[in-house]
């Protein structure tokens, strides 16, 4: 991994996405902590619909990719191609389909389908179309994971993964091995570790929560280099919620000079 290649989601940082002036120092706040990426969350935005370029350009960031809902950017995806467009952002990630039942085999192939013809157009306009998983697709549908069948009947060329090591993980499968089964279709990574905090009753067992990178119980240490193998181009932080002293910043931080101390090349 390289330096250039560690990202941070903007949802890492959702309580400094308010307003444009907080937007401003978190991402002052990014730079100084060595990020040169951002990849932008679909739920927030800057004030009064504008865009995210200058406020990218004043803190010297890039766009690495835009998080969107696929409902959302179907209603229309030109709406969404021209915004990555003017963004510079080469990879469009799916965040997820709300209206998708995993569970039914039919829906899975319908969404595959139309993923298929949504990664087409992206890929004639130049820009890369990735799905980005959480718990809901490790399902049985038909007989089989939910995520493999949707994987098998999207093509290659028009649809890559943004796969997310948390949400594997919680799902009870191996982040190892689904960046090996995605050989050559990763393109990005999520990173958030897996802690565990005291329940509010005072319960012996505790639940398991996201927290900042290098303090949880992910094994970055052989997720980190499978990715690499897969081919992954980004990697990126999304320390979302659980903030160590309930600062985003410091998480945001520390995750970055984890990532770089442990795992950049020098």
């Known amino acids: 991994m390289k330096e250039l290649q560690i990202a941070?989601?903007?949802?890492?940082?959702l309580d400094y996405l308010d307003s444009d002036a907080r937007i401003?120092?978190?991402?002052r706040a990014a730079y100084e902590a060595g990020y040169r990426s951002v990849e932008l969350w679909h739920v927030a935005k800057p004030e009064n619909g504008g865009s995210w370029k200058p406020l990218l350009d004043e803190a010297g960031l890039h766009?690495?990719?835009i998080h969107e809902l696929f409902e959302e950017v179907m209603e229309d995806p030109n709406i969404t191609i021209q915004k990555a467009k003017s963004l510079s952002a080469p990879i469009i990630a799916i965040g997820r389909s709300?209206?998708?039942?995993?569970?039914?085999l039919s829906e899975v192939k319908l969404f595959a389908k139309q993923m298929n013809e949504l990664g087409r157009r992206c890929k004639d306009e130049g820009i890369s179309l990735v799905y980005h998983?959480?718990?809901?697709e490790f399902v049985r549908s038909g007989g089989r994971l939910a995520l493999d069948v949707f994987f098998d009947l999207t093509d290659p060329d028009f649809v890559g993964s943004e796969l997310d090591v948390y949400w594997v993980q919680m799902s009870g499968a191996n982040p190892v091995e689904w960046c090996n089964k995605l050989?050559?279709?990763?393109q990005v990574i999520h990173l958030k570790d897996v802690g565990i905090q005291q329940l509010p009753d005072g319960n012996f067992i505790k639940r398991p929560v996201c927290t900042t990178l290098g303090l949880g119980n992910l094994d970055l240490q052989s997720i980190i280099p499978a990715a690499e193998n897969a081919g992954c181009q980004w990697f990126?932080?999304?320390?979302?919620t659980d903030w160590i002293d309930n600062d985003s910043l410091r998480c945001a931080k520390e995750s970055y000079a984890f990532l770089r101390d442990t795992f950049c090349k020098k």
């Open 24 to 27: 401003a120092t978190a991402f």
């Open 236 to 240: 990126v932080v999304e320390t979302c």
């Open 8 to 13: 941070l989601n903007t949802e890492s940082v």
């Open 98 to 104: 709300r209206d998708t039942v995993w569970e039914n």
């Open 183 to 186: 050989r050559h279709r990763l």
């Open 133 to 136: 998983n959480h718990n809901t």
């Open 63 to 65: 766009c690495c990719a």
